[in-house]
């Protein structure tokens, strides 16, 4: 990898763990598994896509959250939020 790409890389990984939206979606993860267990692959996203909804949370990108966007956006998060 050239030192470009890895800069650039580098500065989108710190944009989004400053993000505020993702600084509250992580959070939000946390306390949710330690009410309810960790995720795992038979975990359903659909009920905490509808209270991140319910309590007027939407995605870094503006969106309402679905089970999809709640797993991809975990998936991506854990990869650096940690």
Request: aromatic letters at 12%.
């Amino acid at each position: 990898i050239n030192k470009a790409v890895e800069a650039s890389a580098k500065s989108r990984r710190e944009k989004a763990r400053n993000n505020p939206k993702n600084v509250f979606f992580w959070q939000f993860c946390i306390n949710w598994q330690k009410k309810n267990g960790k995720f795992t692959a038979m975990t359903d996203f659909q009920p905490i896509a509808d209270e991140l909804n319910s309590l007027g949370q939407t995605t870094a990108t503006g969106l309402p959250f679905t089970k999809n966007r709640v797993r991809a956006a975990y998936q991506n998060l854990s990869n650096f939020m940690i």
